[in-house]
């Protein structure tokens, strides 16, 4: 059993929200400071206050010591007019190495990490994954050797090897996700632990819920928010009450701007939220019957998780780590446009097809609960420790 006198260093550049790996990292920390001596080292300070009321933790000051990079060499890296994030994680894991020998277990929920010793990783999207996805690239990567200049450069910083980042325990946030980094490494061996949705979910009855759609996430380019307006609107020719609720944080003023005049235009069945406390989201989703997602290859999906939580059905691409959520279920995936409102429009005219995907879905509803993800972030640190332990005794014993 771990005791308090065992210290970790949870290695994070931001904790702050939104964004569903920074959510991760904080129920990681909620999960761990009671059985452990914690400290962060951030890129920049940490509010916990802001980090609880989005993601529904208790951290406090008391639970953790807090440590930031060098904040003059913070403040030179930000006057570079490109988010420059890779050169950013590899001063960070310089100021790790720096003080890792204070600590018994070194942890990143920032993918790949080279600690200069074995830790613990939990992966998102492969950093080291190339080429890169399309709504990761900018105007910068298209000059010519420039990023493989700066990617060389900022591994140099470090040193950086594939080795070591091989040894840590690779925790995943998908089975999808876990084949691309076993893929891309060689052969690593990866673990698949969900990302945690917060919230107490009511069991609304399917009666009293609205016969409308909601999407949730990101309002950026990616989430293909003019798709889903399209099947909606197609499915209206049959449904005239069928509505859509885009619910969200705006990500890029110009897209944002262009989702906001559809709005404007369909105010009849389109309404748009943003920045929703945490108890009005869950309400609004455990009041519709019905959820959808439009991005491609989405690696894991929280939007998705969190309407399947809330009881709704729910419709999503079928690529990417999404399709876990629902089960790989065909029934609930899409192709295209044509594709989705065909299969929607079968589920809405059958009500013992809605009963038989609700009671599919039911029981994933607890993959994805905040107890599990803590019991197994706790089983996965307890093991570390103990290997380590192991490790110990024999090398004290050679």
């Not at 059993?1 to 939104?18: A, E, F, R, Y």
């Not at 709504?135 to 950086?160: E, M, T």
Request: hydrophobic share 40%.
């Amino acid at each position: 059993m771990p005791v308090k006198s065992k210290k970790i260093l949870m290695v994070q550049p931001n904790l702050q929200p939104p964004g569903g790996g920074n959510g991760v990292c904080a129920w990681m920390l909620e999960a761990l400071k009671d059985e452990y001596d914690i400290s962060v080292l951030s890129w920049q300070p940490v509010d916990l206050a802001s980090i609880n009321y989005y993601y529904g933790t208790s951290l406090t000051k008391a639970d953790m010591a807090l440590y930031t990079v060098n904040p003059v060499l913070r403040r030179l890296v930000e006057c570079i007019p490109t988010p420059v994030s890779l050169l950013k994680w590899a001063l960070h894991l310089r100021s790790c190495r720096k003080i890792q020998e204070r600590f018994d277990i070194l942890i990143t929920c920032n993918n790949e990490a080279d600690f200069g010793r074995k830790g613990i990783q939990y992966i998102h999207f492969p950093c080291l994954y190339f080429p890169r996805p399309k709504v990761d690239l900018r105007w910068y990567h298209s000059i010519p050797f420039s990023v493989s200049l700066y990617r060389s450069f900022c591994y140099a910083l470090i040193p950086f090897s594939s080795e070591r980042v091989k040894q840590n325990i690779t925790l995943v946030n998908s089975d999808w996700i876990g084949a691309m980094v076993r893929e891309q490494s060689g052969g690593i061996e990866t673990t698949t632990l969900y990302p945690p949705i917060a919230g107490d979910f009511p069991d609304t009855d399917w009666a009293e819920r609205e016969n409308g759609f909601v999407c949730i996430g990101r309002i950026s380019p990616e989430k293909e928010i003019e798709k889903l307006i399209d099947i909606i609107g197609r499915l209206r020719a049959a449904n005239s009450n069928m509505h859509l609720h885009i619910i969200g944080t705006p990500d890029n003023p110009a897209y944002y701007a262009r989702i906001a005049g559809i709005v404007r235009q369909n105010p009849s069945w389109i309404s748009i939220e943003h920045d929703l406390p945490r108890k009005a989201l869950i309400s609004l989703i455990t009041s519709h019957r019905y959820g959808i997602h439009g991005m491609i290859d989405e690696h894991f999906g929280m939007a998705v998780a969190e309407m399947v939580r809330s009881g709704c059905i729910v419709f999503v691409p079928n690529s990417g780590g999404q399709t876990e959520i629902i089960g790989d279920c065909e029934r609930l995936s899409y192709s295209s446009v044509e594709d989705a409102v065909a299969k929607i429009s079968y589920v809405l005219a059958n009500p013992d097809e809605q009963d038989e995907l609700r009671s599919y879905l039911a029981p994933r509803r607890d993959l994805f609960t905040v107890e599990r993800f803590i019991s197994d972030v706790r089983a996965v640190v307890r093991e570390f420790v103990e290997k380590q332990l192991i490790a110990v005794t024999k090398h004290s014993q050679a």
